[in-house]
């Protein structure tokens, strides 16, 4: 155990040695200024009419499919998280081409200037607020309705879409002028999905983007104060619709999402369109990828700080479950242990309902059902529900370990003296230990690596941070990398803490006299 430490500590100063020295290189070039790219896709598709049969990918939640699937035979879609996500995708031939906004492949296309797209757009979508269900959504719904009717009227809507769409450029692009708010009506709670550029992105600690400069000033006009979650896409519809956030950003309209949900009028439109591969003409080595891919998932705009506070919520998370989770565990089998068919009853239930449906589902319960009209935070509710499963994984473990005891160290520790409490804590559960700790030591691992799903539910955890990185940086494989070192970390410390546990109660290593305090002796 102490070598794989050394080994990580290593790896770990390596990493921060080489961050510094990137951090004192100018990054190279991504690609010539003024450059184009090339307009010939390396698969020789031209037309949509080609499409037939191959895989196409598409983002989770956008519906853009269904504008094209009557005009295809035979094709494959395959469904991604990110939009930025396709890009490797296209790269390793797992796709021959993707669906998006023609707007969010020019934004792409800056640093992966051998993108190439379909002329022939496959249809135009409508881009609406969805208004949160909540006692004030009809306030907010006339209020945004009003906002965009003004500004579209006043040119304010065309200059914004002109700055952050027309004339993207990541190192030009941010909010120049942070409007002022009073605050005085309160604050609203603003789903976004934080890792699309020109949209929503981080930028220096802070969300920017159309969607966010556009919010902004909806605040500032109505007296709120603004508060953006960052969440997976396919979360803001139905988080709005439960009334967990007050809007939610860049809906696509559709008859059935109106029919189920308050939108506003459509506050940008704009044309969805095939992206295909085509050939890299930039010649860069594989170092000066590599340097250059460093550079901008770390030292840029000191992107390793994201990482840094994705690793202590992630760990606050964890942590903070077992912590509970264990106590919860422990309580339910002290109430069933004697048989009390209430308790029995009652944590039975439970411990089907839990681990009957994922994790990510019983998150998604939690925050958009059960605590969906609460200010609760996502950590809050992170930190609740896995609890319940971990404690359900402890009270299953109790009842494997005190299963494995004889009945005759219970009847022996009575003859000795010991009350029905003492013999629990002192002879049967330091047995019992030995048998469902190294599972116990399983559920601990388990529970790092499940809580890589809490983007879900607007938590700005470990995993969240690097797909909010590697969206900025068109590059996933520093921010992979980066992500599954602190995993391994966080697994290897926190199973090191219950291996010293689990040390320390070994009856074969308690002294005699400790075992035997507490007894009462005999005549």
Same mark, same amino acid.
């Given at each position: ?180 708010? @009073? ?52 979360? +803001? ?37 095939? $992206? ?88 998604? +319960? ?16 992170? +930190? ?69 799903? $809490? ?7 470990? @995993? ?16 992979? +990398? ?6 391994? $970390? ?34």
């Amino acid at each position: 155990m102490m070598k794989k430490f050394r080994y990580i500590s290593i790896l770990l100063v390596m990493v921060m040695v080489f961050t510094a020295m990137m951090g004192m290189i100018a990054p190279a070039a991504v690609y010539a200024e003024g450059e184009e790219p090339v307009n010939e896709a390396l698969n020789g598709i031209t037309t949509i009419e080609q499409l037939n049969g191959k895989r196409l990918g598409v983002q989770t939640g956008v519906l853009y499919e269904d504008l094209i699937k009557d005009e295809l035979e035979g094709e494959e879609w395959l469904y991604y998280k990110l939009p930025n996500d396709m890009i490797p995708a296209l790269e390793n031939n797992k796709i021959d081409a993707y669906l998006i906004e023609e707007v969010g492949y020019y934004a792409q296309r800056y640093e992966h200037p051998e993108l190439v797209r379909l002329e022939e757009a496959v249809g135009q979508c409508e881009f609406a607020v969805i208004v949160g269900n909540n006692d004030r959504q009809d306030l907010l719904f006339s209020q945004i309705q009003e906002f965009i009717a003004d500004r579209k009227e006043s040119g304010w809507l065309d200059a914004l879409y002109d700055y952050w769409v027309k004339n993207w450029d990541p190192n030009t692009c941010k909010i120049e002028n942070i409007p002022e708010t @009073t605050g005085e009506n309160g604050s609203v709670i603003i789903a976004i999905e934080g890792g699309y550029e020109p949209f929503s992105f981080e930028s220096g600690g802070q969300f920017s983007g159309y969607d966010v400069e556009f919010m902004m000033n909806f605040c500032a006009a109505y007296g709120y104060q603004w508060d953006f979650k960052s969440m997976e896409f396919d979360s +803001i519809a139905p988080g709005c619709i439960s009334g967990k956030y007050d809007f939610g950003m860049n809906i696509v309209v559709d008859e059935e999402r109106a029919e189920n949900s308050v939108l506003s009028d459509p506050y940008y439109v704009c044309d969805i369109i095939f $992206v295909l591969e085509g050939e890299d003409t930039r010649n860069m080595g594989l170092f000066e990828k590599l340097k250059n891919s460093f550079y901008k998932t770390f030292v840029k705009e000191d992107r390793w700080k994201l990482f840094a506070e994705g690793l202590l919520r992630t760990l606050a998370i964890t942590v903070s479950s077992v912590i509970l989770g264990t106590l919860l565990g422990f309580a339910a089998y002290m109430a069933c242990r004697h048989g009390n068919k209430v308790a029995n009853t009652l944590t039975g239930a439970v411990d089907w309902f839990i681990e009957g449906i994922p994790t990510v589902v019983f998150l998604m +319960i939690l925050s958009f059902i059960i605590f969906g009209n609460s200010h609760l935070s996502g950590t809050i509710i992170s +930190i609740l529900g896995f609890s319940l499963i971990f404690g359900c994984g402890v009270y299953n473990n109790l009842k494997v370990g005190m299963g494995a005891i004889p009945i005759g160290q219970t009847e022996a520790s009575r003859a000795l003296g010991y009350s029905d409490t003492q013999s629990f804590f002192k002879i049967l559960l330091p047995q019992a230990a030995r048998h469902f700790l190294p599972i116990y030591k399983s559920n601990v691992v388990s529970l790092i690596k499940e809580t890589s799903v $809490v983007g879900y539910i607007a938590v700005m955890d470990l @995993t969240k941070m690097g797909d909010l990185v590697r969206s900025r940086t068109y590059d996933p494989f520093f921010a992979l +990398i980066a992500v599954a070192i602190m995993y391994f $970390v966080m697994e290897a410390v926190l199973v090191r803490i219950v291996n010293r546990v689990e040390f320390s109660i070994d009856p074969k290593r308690r002294p005699k006299e400790k075992i035997l305090d507490g007894i009462v002796e005999r005549e």
